[in-house]
Structure formats: structure tokens, C-alpha cells
T-cell receptor
Framework: AQKITQTQPGMFVQEKEAVTLDCTYDTSDPSYGLFWYKQPSSGEMIFLIYQGSYDQQNATEGRYSLNFQKARKSANLVISASQLGDSAMYFC???????????????FGRGTSLIVHP | DAGITQSPRYKITETGRQVTLMCHQTWSHSYMFWYRQDLGHGLRLIYYSAAADITDKGEVPDGYVVSRSKTENFPLTLESATRSQTSVYFCATADGRYSNQPQHFGDGTRLSIL
């Protein structure tokens, strides 16, 4: 069974608008972490944002925020004020286990391709 | 400050040949990973290593061999390459002490097997 599901293979958004990329996860571990990465056409993987399962507030990093709904097991990435440079593949990943001392073996979703139109 | 270096960046070889992809890090991160990326599959874990001399299989290990005699190096070997192993390969590292820290990825190796 997929531990990380990204149901949107492709998304389109108009420049300057907000966009939400979906990510749902499956785990029975009460302690876990969720990551989002961006992969532009040049190929490198860029870390965007992290959310821990025990974090009380939704994570934010500049124009990126994470809509974390623990009961629904969803961790959607919200990009505000989209820019042309946001066009890329976006991957959601999950690591299960405690924040310290546990193993570190993330599982990745299949990704969502975002295209920002001018 | 290269951080993590993969070599070669591009490789073309023939079926049945042995090929080794290199990965070197300068951070002394305990964890190192090898992923393959194929269209429609995202990133799939081939092998990982939690420390020197400790390696373990990921999701798709068949046909691959790894070793980690030194913390900084984690080579991936395809012992007898097949066309299905044509892919983009990423090496990654992580500081295993703090699991809220992200993985760091190399630039990838684009491998074509003819």
C-alpha cells in the first residue's frame, strides 16, 4: 500500500494566484515527519518545508505553508502568490519514527507537476 | 563546498556491463541513500546506509549492490546492467541525529543502458 499519495499528477495555476498541492499519508506510528521537496526542470531536489506530527502549528516558510490535518492524514502544500519559477515537480515525503534516535528512511510520493502560467 | 557529489553525471553503457555510480559527501552525515527516478514512479529507494559498514535494502534493490566502507562514500554498482535500469539515479544524505532535518540530494546521474 502507498504510504504517501499525491493524487494530482499535474496542476496548472495562474501567476500570482495561490495553489494547493495535495498529499495524504498512511502510518500507524504516532511520531512522524512530513517533507516537501521541489524539483525544477534542471533536476536538483530542493527542500521546501517540514512538519512534525507533534508540531502544534502548521509550518510556514516564506510563500510556502503546510496545511496539516492530522485526523485526515493530509499534509497539503500551499504556495501563495505563484511565480513562473515555481513551475516544477513537487514531492511529498514521510519519515516515521521519533524525531531523535529513530531510523531515517523517508518514503516519497509520486509527485505533482505544477505549471505556472503568465 | 560541494556537500554531495555524484559521478558521473551522464553514463551510457550496454546491457550486461558492470557500472558503478559514485557518491561522495563532505558533511559526515550518518545516513546515505540511493534512489532511482522514473516517470510516473517518483523516487524509489534502492539501498540505504545508516552508518559505515551498515547497509540495507530499500524498495527496489534487485540488480544493485552497494558498499560503505567509509562514511563519506556510498557507491552503487549495477553488476550486469539491464535496459530496465535506465533511469536517473540520485544519492542523498541525512543527519540521522535529527530526523526533522531534510535529506540533501546530489545532482543525479542519468544512466542509459542500450
Amino acid at each position: 500500500a502507498q504510504k504517501i499519495t499525491q493524487t494530482q499528477p499535474g496542476m496548472f495555476v495562474q501567476e500570482k494566484e495561490a495553489v494547493t498541492l495535495d498529499c495524504t499519508y498512511d502510518t500507524s506510528d504516532p511520531s512522524y515527519g512530513l517533507f516537501w521537496y521541489k524539483q525544477p526542470s534542471s533536476g536538483e531536489m530542493i527542500f521546501l518545508i517540514y512538519q512534525g506530527s507533534y508540531d502544534q502549528q502548521n509550518a510556514t516558510e516564506g510563500r510556502y505553508s503546510l496545511n496539516f490535518q492530522k485526523a485526515r492524514k493530509s499534509a497539503n502544500l500551499v504556495i501563495s502568490a505563484s511565480q513562473l519559477g515555481d513551475s516544477a515537480m513537487y514531492f511529498c515525503a514521510m519519515r516515521e519514527g521519533p524525531p531523535r534516535g529513530g531510523s531515517y528512511i523517508p518514503t516519497f510520493g509520486r509527485g505533482t507537476s505544477l505549471i505556472v502560467h503568465p | 563546498d560541494a556537500g554531495i557529489t555524484q559521478s558521473p553525471r551522464y553514463k551510457i553503457t550496454e546491457t550486461g556491463r558492470q557500472v558503478t555510480l559514485m557518491c561522495h559527501q563532505t558533511w559526515s552525515h550518518s545516513y546515505m541513500f540511493w534512489y532511482r527516478q522514473d516517470l510516473g514512479h517518483g523516487l524509489r529507494l534502492i539501498y540505504y546506509s545508516a552508518a559505515a559498514d551498515i547497509t540495507d535494502k530499500g524498495e527496489v534493490p534487485d540488480g544493485y549492490v552497494v558498499s560503505r566502507s567509509k562514511t563519506e562514500n556510498f557507491p552503487l554498482t549495477l553488476e550486469s546492467a539491464t535496459r530496465s535500469q535506465t533511469s536517473v539515479y540520485f544519492c542523498a544524505t541525512a543527519d540521522g541525529r535529527y530526523s526533522n532535518q531534510p535529506q540533501h540530494f546530489g545532482d543525479g546521474t542519468r544512466l542509459s543502458i542500450l
